[in-house]
């Protein structure tokens, strides 16, 4: 597997690393893979001097150091969400100034406490409005696994980051795929929990409506089960917890759809790492049930309308409240912003509702079968310029996001978990991602039937983890 953070952190509990070496090594690879444009800010102080603090911590309170589960692991947040002190976020765009930094947000308090070391901020598009990371100011994020292609999108630099072994997993948000896409396109694990199950204070993931979650892209399906025990929980947001549900000893009712519709058609290579997924499964003694896109065609369609006007409002709402001099955005941004400005409080009604039915039709799937597996991308990585910024055309720009991963949407308006691992490659060596979804609180099945597919071992990470051995 070429090693994980959970390794890493072995490594430095057990002191055959100390963390300030992790560090150092994180740092030189950053500065190899810097043509990757995985890293838009990074402060090499601010990191190094975490890092000696968990080394002076493994001597002082080593009972204090061994309860931090990823102690000393270095890592990199997104330059959107959060925030995290001391790293200023700029949202991939000129709008905002990188000085200063806010205060933790929860959640980047609760990355602290698990021990990791955080030394920058990946390449994100300019408020996230893309699956691709190719901010106007720059840099342009490439995939590792092949720089022409690219990492996806929003969190693309922080797949890139990880997907090259500069940290073994990185912070990153979802909420319109942005965690699962740029997973699937760099071969990695992508969870998008439930609706409340991390915490989103104190402004509750960016005032999205709820349809945003913050957590992470890592290499392998303990980490992410790791980090979202150790994370999650006790949210004090605006939804209650979920409750937790305990990982399924039995036979399941796996949900098979291998149709995205006519519209929005996945390559056959991709549809049969699904199938093959589901056989595997099925061989476990799990029964498979067929399901028609017919099922899911007006609830893809809605969510991807509701995630349109969610983020189009938002981002108006933001341009008025900071003040921002809008001029300077890019072209896209610039249309979103007039497009949120135009809608009318009816249409954004009709359009919350509509989110309410889509999960109230989810639910309904639920009776029937216990988790669904599905496509994830229904292409390879498109090539660099593939969602380009510099023209107003936003419904284009939504149907091209639409076309690559159709189905990306449906879990944040939903707002269920669905997981995205690699399962498999195509012949230009790219990964083959599936994904699946679970009802609200089921994370742990999500994460069980996602290690037994990992577990086939038809992945293998390019690149190994800085601080670990090849």
């Known amino acids: ?73 270095p890592t990199l947040a997104k330059d959107l969400g959060g925030p995290f002190a001391g790293l200023p976020v700029t949202a991939g765009s000129r709008l905002f100034e990188r000085k200063g930094g806010e205060a933790d947000s929860d959640l980047a308090s609760r990355f602290r406490d698990a021990g990791f070391c955080l030394f920058g901020l990946t390449t994100s598009p300019e408020f996230g409005l893309s699956l691709a990371s190719e901010p106007a100011i720059g840099p342009v994020c490439r995939n590792p696994l092949d720089p022409a292609r690219t990492a996806g999108g929003s969190s693309g630099g922080a797949a890139a980051a990880v997907a090259a072994g500069i940290v073994a997993l990185a912070h990153a948000t979802d909420a319109g795929g942005s965690i699962r896409v740029p997973a699937a396109c760099c071969g990695l694990v ?25 957590l992470a892209v890592c290499r392998s399906v303990r980490d992410t089960a790791l980090i979202f025990s150790r994370l999650g929980g006790n949210s004090r947001g605006p939804v209650p917890d979920p409750s937790p549900v305990d990982i399924d000893k039995g036979r399941l009712r796996i949900g098979l759809l291998t149709d995205t519709g006519p519209a929005y058609p996945t390559e056959g290579s991709r549809l049969e790492a699904v199938e093959d997924a589901a056989r595997l499964l099925e061989r476990d003694g799990h029964a498979i049930v067929p399901l028609a896109w017919a099922e899911f065609e007006w609830s893809v369609a809605a969510s991807s309308h509701a995630f349109a006007d969610i983020v189009c409002v938002n981002l108006a709402a933001l341009i008025k409240a900071a003040a921002l001099d809008e001029s300077r955005a890019e072209p896209l941004t610039q249309a979103f912003a007039a497009r949120g400005r135009g809608l009318s409080a009816t249409v954004l009604w009709n359009t919350l509702n509509d989110a309410v039915l889509v999960s109230a039709a989810l639910w309904a799937l639920f009776d029937r079968v216990d988790c669904v597996l599905m496509p994830m991308l229904a292409s390879a990585p498109l090539a660099i310029g593939s969602f380009p ?51 609200m609180g089921h994370e742990p099945r999500l994460l069980s039937l996602a290690a037994r597919l990992e577990a086939e071992g038809r992945w293998q990470h390019r690149f190994p983890v800085a601080g670990l051995p090849s």
């Open 1 to 73: 597997m070429q090693g994980d953070a959970t390794d890493l952190a072995a490594a430095i509990r057990h002191g055959g690393l100390r963390a300030a070496e992790a560090m150092q090594t994180s740092l030189k690879r950053a500065a190899r893979h810097e043509s990757l444009g995985a890293i838009v800010y990074l402060d090499a102080a601010i990191g190094l001097a975490a890092a000696h603090v968990c080394d002076q911590e493994r001597q002082s309170s080593p009972g204090d150091f061994a309860a931090r589960p990823f102690a000393g692991v």
């Open 190 to 214: 992508g969870l998008k929990p439930t609706r409340g199950a991390m915490p989103g204070g104190p402004s509750f993931g960016n005032h999205l409506a709820g349809i945003a979650s913050e």
């Open 389 to 439: 910024s510099d023209h107003a055309d936003t419904d284009l720009h939504l149907e091209r996001m639409t076309a690559f991963a159709p189905l990306a949407c449906l879990a944040n308006i939903s707002g269920f978990p669905a997981l995205t691992l690699p399962f498999g490659q195509d012949e230009h060596a790219m990964p083959l991602p599936v994904q699946i979804m679970a009802p």
